[in-house]
């Protein structure tokens, strides 16, 4: 698998902090901030290969960000949630979401959607 730039999004401090480890382990450079605002702007200062970002942000939600996100990345955006129903998934494709990922997270899972991008 090639080595992709992933930008994290999600208020949760611990979130954070395992999965860029564990992304980073498998050769991943990661970013990590707290808020869709701030993932915003980095993301229009940086170029990102893939975006996790959680749906239950302070402030601008991430199904709110997600339209924001799609205009100014060309990256896979994939949306991080711990309550998932078929409606919320459908909203989520339909925002330009790449898929819709259940916290805690499916290492496996996401190191396969990962490696479909590179």
């Not at 749906?55 to 991080?80: C, R, T, V």
């Amino acid at each position: 698998m090639s080595r992709l730039r992933i930008l994290i999004v999600d208020d949760e401090p611990h979130v954070l902090q395992v999965t860029s480890q564990l992304l980073q382990r498998e050769g991943h450079e990661t970013e990590t901030v707290a808020d869709a605002e701030w993932g915003l702007a980095l993301s229009r200062a940086s170029r990102f290969d893939a975006i996790l970002m959680d749906i239950g942000l302070p402030g601008m939600s991430g199904l709110q960000a997600l339209k924001e996100f799609a205009s100014a990345s060309k990256a896979a955006i994939f949306l991080m949630t711990g309550r998932a129903d078929n409606d919320l998934a459908q909203k989520a494709q339909q925002s330009g979401a790449r898929a819709l990922l259940m916290k805690p997270l499916n290492m496996n899972d996401l190191k396969a959607k990962l490696k479909a991008l590179s």
